[in-house]
């Protein structure tokens, strides 16, 4: 995952080894390796046009190049390098997406097996009460089997949702089990989570170690002392108790984050 730190200085390809590394661009996105249970944007200028204004046109010209070089070779079909925009909410981790992906496929042939075998049963044996009772289990199996497939989509969507809106967070590991998942919903098709916003206003509130402050007013502190001269009162070489209160009345904002960096 890669967070904006205002603007591109480093473009690091290795192809090989199926790794792309974009750093301090003005937007959070993903970049992975796809696998045929991995499904994640496609490369495609009509998607991925906005890297143009990050990039300049020759930069972008390279890396769309090699990206799509790569993704050209036959020992290379079932490995294409793939981008996903984060702040959409496309990006699922592999190893859950993966998990998630299998049981639903399984859950599918559940119902698509049962469903036929229903059939079946009506039409060879409209006058047999036992049979009758067969296929009216089967259906309660059905309905059960859609009902897990529902929910396991919508796990999915909530969790992708949830990892969008932690960008700024320093452990969002830590804070996705913090949300009570049970209190989101889904938009009518499915393409909003409602709540997210609501929790994780309230998580920053508790939990404000675990995000990256956003400082308003004078510059933050930088540990390259290129501060335009303000100087941190918690530190060693300037600490001071006056300058410590001083700081903390007019501009609290700034203090915290002094407080943070020593």
């Not at 944007?41 to 070089?69: H, P």
């Not at 089990?177 to 049970?182: E, P, Q, R, T, V």
């Not at 997210?196 to 509130?205: G, T």
Request: hydrophobic share 30%; with cysteine; proline share 3%.
């Amino acid at each position: 995952m890669l967070r904006n730190e205002g603007k591109l200085s480093s473009l690091d390809r290795d192809i090989n080894s199926q790794k792309l590394t974009l750093a301090e661009w003005d937007i959070n996105f993903c970049i992975a390796a796809e696998t045929p249970h991995i499904k994640t944007k496609r490369f495609e200028r009509s998607n991925m046009e906005f890297l143009k204004a990050i990039l300049g046109d020759e930069l972008y010209k390279q890396f769309e190049t090699a990206v799509n070089a790569y993704n050209e070779k036959p020992e290379n079909k079932d490995k294409q390098v793939k981008l996903a925009d984060l702040n959409t909410g496309e990006y699922v981790g592999k190893g859950k997406y993966t998990a998630l992906e299998t049981e639903i496929t399984n859950l599918k042939e559940q119902i698509k097996t049962n469903e036929g075998t229903i059939e079946i049963l009506k039409q060879a044996n409209k006058d047999n009460e036992t049979l009758q009772q067969t296929i009216k289990t089967h259906e309660g199996t059905i309905q059960t089997l859609k009902t897990t497939y529902e929910s396991k989509i919508k796990e999915m969507k909530i969790e992708a949702a949830i990892q969008a809106k932690l960008t700024d967070a320093k452990h969002p590991e830590l804070l996705i089990g913090k949300f009570d998942k049970s209190k989101l919903s889904l938009s009518d098709d499915g393409s909003q989570v409602y709540g997210v916003d609501e929790q994780l206003a309230i998580l920053k509130e508790q939990y404000k170690d675990l995000f990256t402050p956003d400082v308003k007013g004078n510059p933050p502190y930088n540990k390259d002392k290129s501060n335009l001269g303000v100087k941190n009162p918690w530190s060693k070489e300037h600490f001071n108790l006056t300058e410590q209160g001083k700081m903390l009345r007019e501009n609290p904002e700034l203090a915290k984050q002094f407080m943070a960096s020593v």
